[in-house]
Each structure stands twice: as structure tokens, then as C-alpha cells.
């Protein structure tokens, strides 16, 4: 009697090569997410597939494959360590391997790698109308905590950027730039560094980072962005800011403010941030300037790695 193959191998390290698999993978998953949640129109595409390097290789020995006797993708998690703060996304189980315990086994080992490497914070982020994820991720141990607006500005055309970028210093100045946003952002929360994810963006041309002093010179802010377009075989439409680290609300405004520019230089007709609620003021200030709501995540901590409460403002990604 012919029985379906229910062989799981893994976990093993993803590779770029398996790009084109994840893409199929991510987008059959994500797309019946969404039917699922009665989006019927919503069809997930691929992404470009620099952004999947950015992400495999950002995340290192935490982008994990799970295949079948075939070898063929089955599931996938990447899991993301920046200094001490750790997430995971996206994750992702073939819709014709669901429902029989893989999902569980892939966030256990999403969350065994980040703590085994010194994770302080252990999170994800999910839509907060998808009511089994929420229940799924609190069985494991999750908890929620605010919400993830994503907010969308209009950029005015011709706007100049009002900061320095990274990527235009000196390579002899480089690393004392890096070192001190390495610095700043450890101020505002112990631990988090966003170095690597900085350099890995120049590296692959995905965008830069805008930086913002006082008139000491001493950074005040830094906005990490990417202006490359996030879908396979788009055009950009927006520049992202993916990371924002600031000592206080006008030095947040400020690189916000240097991202629009950026924006703008670009040709881009938008400039996107992902702002945490525990920032009402910075959100506030968005809405009353005319920023969109474009849409929500919910953000879970692991129990006993909550994120630590910001010195200042600290506006972290979770996604890619």
C-alpha cells in the first residue's frame, strides 16, 4: 500500500543556491496564509533574490533547511542574531508537509540556535489577524507584546539628503564609522549591533546608512535602509528603513528625515518605516506629518527574552 514520503532531514545550513526553492517555498506558504485568512486575492511573489542573500547571509548557521528523502525543501528558518538581539523570519513549512509537528520542530530550532549563541531577546513577528500563529507561537512559549506599524511617507521630488552615508566614507574611516554606530546602539539598548547587517547591505548594493551627527561630530542617529526593489522582477517603489537607532525623538526625526532624502535621490516616490508601538511619540509625530498605516505585525518575545526597554528609540526589523 503506496504510503506519502514522511522523511524529514534536517536541520541543515541553507545555501544561495537553494534560492529559487525557498522563493517557491516562501511564496506557496505565505500565499495560502493568506487565503486562509480570507485575502483570496493575495498572492505573495518572489523575492529579489539579493534580498535572499542578504538575508542567508546575515543570519549564518541560523538560516536552516529541512528537506525530504529527495533532498527537496520542505521547510526553513532563519534565524537572526545582531549583537544579542535574536528574531526569526520568515519561516516557512511546505503546505503538504503541515499539520503533523514540523512547524513546532523548526521554531525549537530557531530558538535553541539564538540562545546557544548568546541571545538576550528571542522574537518574531506575525499578523495579528492570523489567530493559529498567534496560538501556535504561544504554546511554544511566546508571548505578545506591541505592534509593528508599518508606516509609508510621501517624498517630496528633488529633496536632498540631509546626512552622510556610510558607504561614501574613506575605507580607512569605515570601521571607526561602524564602531561607532556599534557604540550608539549598545547605548540605547545593551547588546545591539547592527554592524554586520550594515556591511552586508553595501556589500551586495542593497542600499546604505544615512548618519547623523551633532555639531560636536558626536552620531546622534543612524537610519540602516534599502532602496533595491524587495520583489523578484519589479521595479522599487519605496526606499525601506530596516534599522534606526537614536538617542532621543529629534535625532530619530532627523535620520528619518536623511532617509527621505535618500528617498528621493533615488527617484522613489516613498519612504517606508516599520514602527514599534513602544514609540508613540515618534509614530505620533509620522501621523500628524501625513505618514500612512500600510500595515500591522504583532511582535512575540520568548518567554524570559523579552526585549529590553530602549535608552532612547530603537526601530528593529524583523523582517527582510
Not at 539598548?189 to 547587517?197: S, Y
Not at 529590553?308 to 526601530?315: D, K, Q, R, T
Request: aromatic share 6%; with cysteine; net charge neutral.
Amino acid at each position: 500500500m503506496w504510503r506519502p514520503d514522511r522523511t524529514v532531514v534536517g536541520p541543515t545550513r541553507l545555501e544561495v543556491r537553494d534560492v529559487g526553492a525557498l522563493n517557491r517555498l516562501f511564496s506557496e506558504a505565505f500565499t495560502e496564509r493568506y487565503r486562509r485568512d480570507g485575502l483570496n486575492g493575495v498572492r505573495v511573489p518572489h523575492l529579489n533574490p539579493d534580498v535572499w542573500r542578504y538575508a542567508l547571509e546575515g543570519a549564518g548557521s541560523g538560516a536552516m533547511a529541512w528537506r525530504d528523502a529527495r533532498g527537496d525543501l520542505i521547510a526553513f528558518n532563519l534565524s537572526h542574531l545582531s549583537g544579542t538581539e535574536g528574531w526569526m523570519g520568515p519561516l516557512a513549512v511546505r503546505t503538504d508537509r503541515q499539520g503533523g509537528g514540523l512547524g513546532r520542530d523548526i521554531v525549537t530550532a530557531g530558538i535553541i540556535a539564538l540562545r546557544d549563541a548568546g541571545a538576550r531577546t528571542i522574537g518574531l513577528e506575525t499578523m495579528p489577524r492570523t489567530l493559529d500563529n498567534i496560538g501556535f507561537y504561544s504554546r511554544l512559549g511566546f508571548r505578545p507584546g506591541p505592534l509593528t506599524i508599518t508606516l509609508q511617507g510621501d517624498v517630496t521630488s528633488g529633496l536632498a539628503p540631509s546626512a552622510p552615508r556610510l558607504g561614501d566614507a574613506p575605507a580607512e574611516r569605515r570601521q571607526e564609522m561602524l564602531d561607532a554606530c556599534r557604540a550608539l546602539s549598545s547605548s540605547v539598548v545593551p547588546g545591539a549591533d547592527f554592524t554586520h547587517e550594515m556591511q552586508l547591505t553595501l556589500a551586495i548594493g542593497l542600499g546604505d546608512v544615512s548618519l547623523v551627527h551633532d555639531a560636536s561630530g558626536a552620531l546622534q542617529a543612524f537610519a540602516l535602509w534599502h532602496s533595491a526593489p524587495l520583489a523578484a522582477g519589479r521595479v522599487a517603489e519605496d526606499l525601506r528603513v530596516l534599522k534606526l537607532v537614536a538617542r532621543d525623538l529629534p535625532s530619530a526625526r532627523r535620520a528619518i528625515a536623511a532617509a527621505e532624502g535618500e528617498a528621493s535621490r533615488c527617484g522613489l516616490a516613498g519612504c517606508t518605516v516599520r514602527c514599534q508601538t513602544r514609540h508613540l511619540d515618534l509614530y505620533g509625530q509620522l501621523i500628524t506629518d501625513g505618514w500612512r498605516v500600510q500595515w500591522t505585525d504583532l511582535r512575540l518575545t520568548l518567554e524570559g527574552f523579552a526585549e529590553m526597554e530602549p535608552a532612547g528609540i530603537l526601530l528593529s526589523n524583523w523582517e527582510i
